[in-house]
């Protein structure tokens, strides 16, 4: 049963090795970063207002995708090789 994300980035320029993260971690991520979204200037108001009116949406969704996840064995979501970079995103 899958319980956790795993991402690992290697380049040239730099090695990016995230420890694992749970789904509840990942729904604490979301919700900050749609909270959080409001105080970015850089953003453009329609964006703002996008996140602001579809928030409930947005957590409903990740939510369901999450639980939908929860139900499968460990397995590699995206695995990318090119010739200066590897990307691999495993489900565990």
Not at 18 to 38: A, D
Not at 39 to 68: A, C, G, H, P
């Amino acid at each position: 049963m899958a319980s956790k994300v795993k991402i690992k980035i290697q380049s040239d320029d730099s090695n990016i090795n995230l420890p694992s993260v749970s789904f509840g971690v990942i729904m604490t991520f979301i919700r900050i970063g749609l909270w959080s979204s409001k105080f970015i200037k850089s953003m453009d108001e329609e964006t703002q207002q996008y996140l602001r009116e579809n928030k409930s949406t947005i957590i409903r969704t990740v939510k369901e995708i999450l639980k939908e996840l929860k139900g499968y064995e460990p397995f590699t979501l995206v695995e990318v090789t090119s010739d200066d970079a590897y990307v691999l995103i495993d489900i565990r």
